[in-house]
């Protein structure tokens, strides 16, 4: 029986070049595993969009010299246009700028008002005495007093996750004016009142226990056992949603109040722009045939597994998520990557040099599920060099190339009868189930392994039956091995598909012949005696197989490595 999916990935900031640390952590998960249901023939929508409000923006934008719709608007394109490159396929990229995101927002805040989950407050805040600004969220950075990282934001740590309490950081600055003068005064703002519904929210989280990821549950569990903090949604800027209250004149919604509703708005202005008769709640927020999964860093657990389910909850607006695969950090040589400071991978620069298929597949294979991974250039280089390119790449050239020499006019349909009495094929089947079993528990590492052990297994068949030497001595029993491995390679390429797009169809490019749509779901799925409708009327390369994985220069790697120890030399 078929499902319908609705995966979205953490909205990414738009206030800068992108580094890997969030194409590996929130980007390319959900890709993989949104082409994955889709493949097995499920209906899926896949939604993200960029964050477009909150101080640190503000702050670029005035620095750059722009306005801050400009610099948010610059950044968005920046975005989605590397993403695209990158193979990664939304069903749709959205804006929280837009005037659509702020008709969505409005009537959350309204209900949750009226039924009193927001309430206003004094609260305190800080206030530099030098530039005379009060200093909300990221205006002003510290120590975290939780885990003593020397560079929390005034909103959440990016080292613990741990959502700051602004007046509480040791030995705050001023972000406007670098000032360490700084008083703390009586402001009066909005607040979610999260720990009215702690035991609502108790009951349902503890139904998440058994299936949510062991990396998330205990940092849940802590934050929410004993009770849940009321969190202030307001601030006193000049960008954002404008607080829907006429007492609260000046005042902006929180950037992380709004962006999760912008999964929902982006769903809902996705399905006016593609004319669709479904509606946006009713068929997929609200629908209890959609499963919810949302994909991040361990940096945004709070805000979707605490705020929005709560806010879910109380309004009635969406479902609550089902599934939180949250992912830990991805690092660079065994440092946090920092464009300040240089310690970036260039993601831009990256794919010039290297190729998609490459970047992807080591992204992927790097996806820090349970704990935090390290981008390691050397490392990098090797597995693709010596997985992608000499096990697939070299293996499926090798095939397919053998195939069109020695018998150019192509390969009819009865020789390829033995295959499917074969064991290869059985075993095959047998890896691909498992495969498919992984990657619905979102277990993507695993997964990618899984099918390189496929691979594998293709290339030793291959490399033993070793059709060159058959041919001298039997050609039928070459032609036999080729018509085998041609299937084989044909398996592997449709199993590609959600993890190397790019590479699968280039691959699958190379038949004359092409795989419908209804064939390559039962291929996915484990079902190879559904190649006999592709071959039944025989086998035939429509072009000649070209090289599917460059190998990688290590003088190139070497190179990477050096800028690296020189900027880490100078930063000692």
Same mark, same amino acid.
């Given at each position: ?308 389910? =709560? ?5 009635? #607006? $969406?479902?609550? +998520?089902?599934?939180?695969? *949250? &992912?830990?950090?991805? %690092? ?40 935090? =991974? ?5 490392? #990098? $280089?090797?597995? +693709?060099?010596?997985?992608? *390119? &000499?096990?697939?790449? %070299? ?178």
């Amino acid at each position: 029986m078929t499902k319908k999916y609705l995966i979205t990935s953490a909205l990414p900031y738009a206030n800068g070049p992108l580094h890997f640390g969030h194409m590996a952590g929130a980007i390319l998960p959900a890709d993989v595993y949104n082409r994955h249901r889709k493949m097995q023939g499920h209906e899926t929508l896949y939604i993200c969009g960029s964050d477009e409000h909150g101080v640190a923006i503000m702050l670029s934008a005035q620095k750059a010299g722009m306005s801050y719709q400009e610099w948010v608007d610059k950044w968005h394109k920046y975005q989605k246009d590397l993403f695209a490159s990158y193979g990664v396929e939304f069903n749709f990229y959205g804006q929280t700028s837009s005037e659509y995101h702020k008709e969505e927002v409005i009537p959350w805040f309204n209900d949750l008002y009226e039924k009193g989950a927001i309430e206003p407050r004094a609260s305190k805040q800080h206030k530099c005495q030098d530039c005379s600004n009060y200093l909300p969220d990221r205006f002003v950075e510290g120590t975290c007093y939780v885990c003593k990282y020397e560079h929390a934001r005034g909103d959440e740590c990016p080292d613990c996750g741990t959502w700051i309490e602004a007046v509480k950081l040791i030995d705050p600055v001023c972000k406007i004016c670098d000032s360490k003068n700084l008083s703390i005064e009586e402001v009066t703002q909005y607040y979610l009142k999260l720990s009215k519904y702690h035991t609502e929210y108790r009951k349902w989280f503890e139904t998440k226990k058994g299936s949510w990821r062991k990396t998330v549950v205990p940092f849940v569990d802590a934050l929410s056992k004993e009770e849940l903090v009321d969190r202030a949604i307001t601030r006193d800027l000049d960008w954002g949603i404008d607080v829907p209250l006429a007492e609260a004149k000046g005042k902006k919604l929180y950037v992380w109040f709004d962006a999760p509703i912008g999964y929902v708005s982006n769903t809902k202005e996705y399905f006016k722009q593609i004319n669709s008769t479904e509606h946006y709640l009713d068929d997929w927020w609200k629908s209890d045939d959609v499963v919810i999964s949302h994909f991040l860093g361990k940096d945004n657990i709070i805000f979707h597994a605490i705020t929005f389910p =709560t806010m879910c909850m109380v309004t009635g #607006f $969406a479902n609550l +998520v089902d599934d939180l695969p *949250a &992912n830990q950090f991805l %690092n660079l040589q065994g440092r946090q990557f920092s464009k300040s400071q240089g310690w970036y991978v260039d993601a831009e620069e990256a794919l010039t040099e290297f190729g998609v298929d490459a970047l992807r597949y080591y992204l992927i294979g790097l996806i820090p599920e349970n704990q935090d =991974t390290n981008f390691i250039w050397k490392q #990098f $280089a090797t597995k +693709v060099n010596n997985e992608l *390119a &000499n096990n697939v790449g %070299n293996m499926v050239n090798r095939c397919l190339k053998f195939g069109e020499k020695k018998w150019p006019s192509g390969i009819e349909a009865d020789r390829f009868s033995p295959f499917f009495a074969s064991d290869i094929k059985r075993e095959i089947e047998s890896e691909i189930k498992e495969l498919n079993a992984l990657l619905d528990k979102i277990q993507i590492k695993k997964a990618l392994e899984k099918l390189m052990h496929i691979g594998s297994m293709i290339n030793i068949y291959f490399t033993e039956k070793a059709p060159w030497a058959q041919f001298k001595a039997n050609p039928d029993q070459a032609l036999e091995t080729i018509a085998s491995s041609t299937l084989l390679v044909t398996t592997l390429a449709v199993l590609f598909k959600p993890f190397l797009p790019n590479m699968s169809s280039r691959i699958l490019g190379f038949f004359e012949a092409e795989l419908d749509a209804e064939t390559e779901r039962k291929v996915y799925l484990g079902d190879l005696d559904a190649l006999r409708v592709f071959i039944k009327g025989g086998f035939k390369l429509g072009k000649p197989p070209e090289v599917l994985v460059p190998k990688i220069d290590m003088d190139v790697i070497a190179e990477k490595e050096s800028a690296l120890e020189a900027l880490s030399s100078n930063n000692q």
